[in-house]
């Protein structure tokens, strides 16, 4: 079954709805008692929320690449580089969060390995 583009952007948009959501839960302290929430199942957290959030972006931003440094790379994967580089940014001035390399590059590996996952799953469909 193939989805059209106005599938992939509304699924995106809820989707960051529910990640930005997650993260308001967060910063607020409304996840203290939630497991997890915290090392190291959020490890687990930051690698699938984040890989979700690349591979719906990806696909509604139809696919497309932007080059950098001579590399393609693909542009909504880019974006949710940024975005959670962002957030671990944001992570350090809050009170009920703590910043951290490891949930960066957990993120950056959901990213990766959700785009990758796409990418064979479009194979297999032909797409």
């Known amino acids: 079954m193939k989805f059209s583009k106005k599938f992939w952007i509304v699924a995106c948009f809820v989707y960051v709805l529910i990640l ?32 979700i959030a690349s591979f719906l972006c990806h696909r509604a931003t139809g696919k497309k690449k932007i080059n950098l440094f001579n590399y393609s790379i693909p542009f909504g994967s880019a974006i949710f580089t940024m975005f959670t580089a962002a957030e671990e940014m944001l992570q350090a001035i809050l009170p009920n969060r ?21 990418e064979v799953w479009d194979r297999t469909k032909g797409h």
């Open 20 to 51: 930005l959501s997650i993260m308001l839960l967060a910063g607020t302290g409304k996840l203290l008692n939630f497991p997890l929430a915290h090392p190291p199942y959020d490890k687990l957290g930051h690698f699938i929320l984040y890989g």
């Open 98 to 118: 703590t910043a951290s390399i490891e949930d960066f590059l957990y993120s950056f590996w959901g990213i990766a390995v959700f785009y990758w996952i796409g």
